[in-house]
């Protein structure tokens, strides 16, 4: 069965604080995916990663970035921690690119005060 | 640019009843969509999914049809259960190319109503 986890349901941070959100897929699959979703404007990708060390940015990738040292864990950064980042942070999987389903981890709420 | 619309924010329908559900786009070269639920607090799952080269898919009480030439899918819910009530996201992509991107619609609340 297809499993992505993440490491915090909920978290709470504070302005300019260094903030990591952990995503982990026991499917060996290749390519991993951060989305944050906000009220109104859908998923939006943030960055994306295909392979080991490789990182693509998405559409909004400002203010963020990611790391892939292992093919099962992907890491979103975010470097210092505004307000306008707070938001639901969702991590997907896919085993290929083209005709592939994106399968979601339970994703992250942070609030950023 | 909203290349992916879903143009009704909610829905309520009453249980044992058609849900329809809709989705808009505008990239002609979209040819493969997908449906996911997403309950609160959790991530969204894989509902269904149809490439360009169909028309129509069913799975269980799920039915999503393709229009291409209207640019329009929709997801059809019959009967309608109150578990099924959730946010529903369409999402598009150029799968043909190999693309990883999907682009995501807004969503569509359903609440089924007892």
């Known amino acids: 069965d297809v499993k992505v986890t993440q490491s915090s349901r909920y978290l709470v941070k504070r302005t300019g604080e260094k903030v990591f959100l952990e995503c982990v897929q026991d499917m060996d699959h290749e390519n991993m995916f951060w989305y944050r979703q906000d009220p109104g404007l859908g998923l939006r990708l943030i960055y994306f990663s295909y392979d080991v060390k490789m990182k693509e940015k998405g559409d909004i990738p400002e203010g963020y970035s990611v790391s892939r040292e292992k093919k099962e864990r992907f890491s979103l950064i975010l470097e210092s921690a505004s307000t306008n980042q707070t938001s639901m942070y969702l991590c997907?999987?896919?085993?290929?690119?083209?005709?592939?389903?994106?399968?979601f981890g339970p994703g992250t709420r942070l609030l950023v005060l | 640019d909203q290349q992916v619309k879903q143009n009704s924010p909610s829905l309520s329908v009453q249980e044992g009843r058609i849900s329809i559900l809709n989705c808009d786009y505008t990239?002609?070269?979209?040819?493969?969509f997908l449906w996911y639920k997403k309950y609160p607090a959790e991530g969204p799952t894989f509902l269904i999914s149809i490439s360009s080269i169909k028309d129509k898919n069913e799975d269980g009480r799920f039915t999503v049809f393709l229009n291409k030439s209207a640019k329009h899918l929709s997801l059809h819910i019959v009967p309608s259960q109150p578990g099924d009530s959730a946010v529903y996201f369409c999402a598009a992509s150029e799968g043909g190319s190999g693309t990883y991107k999907y682009i995501f619609g807004t969503g569509t609340r359903l609440k089924v109503l007892a």
């Open positions: 997907a999987s896919s085993l290929s690119f083209g005709w592939e389903t994106q399968y």
């Open positions: 990239n002609s070269m979209f040819d493969y």
